[in-house]
């Protein structure tokens, strides 16, 4: 069983930045894809970012490439998402998820977390 734990989320300025956080226990982190989506109210969930299991790949939304930098420390378990520049489309609740591959697809991630929220105020 893998748990993964969302924090960082919060209210924020347009124009700003957040780092997320996702903190994996119960399985050997470094050998799995992780990914964040988000969803709004209304929408359905919709890819984010995607690092490989080295690192050594990442993938971004075209809403969010330039805006973001997925990395991860498998030393701690953990992927960040370093979010710049929030606009007013991108407040959702976001959510981490780990993947067997490298993929954007929500239906091959295998395990998510319960999400973070992220407003952003104009």
């Known amino acids: 069983q893998v748990q993964l734990v969302e924090s960082g989320g919060g209210l924020v300025q347009a124009g700003g930045s957040l780092r997320l956080s996702c903190a994996a226990s119960?399985?050997?982190?470094?050998?799995?894809?992780m990914g964040w989506f988000r969803q709004a109210p209304g929408k359905e969930r919709e890819f984010v970012a995607v690092?490989?299991?080295?690192?050594?790949?990442?993938g971004y939304a075209d809403s969010v490439k330039g805006r973001c930098t997925l990395s991860r420390d498998d030393a701690k378990n953990t992927v960040y998402l370093q979010i710049n520049t929030l606009k007013p489309e991108d407040p959702a609740v976001y959510y981490c998820?780990?993947?067997?591959?490298?993929?954007?697809?929500?239906?091959?991630?295998?395990?998510w977390g319960q999400g973070t929220q992220v407003t952003v105020s104009s």
């Open positions: 690092v490989n299991w080295s690192g050594s790949s990442t």
């Open positions: 119960g399985r050997t982190f470094s050998s799995y894809a």
């Open positions: 998820a780990l993947a067997r591959y490298y993929t954007h697809y929500p239906n091959q991630f295998n395990y």
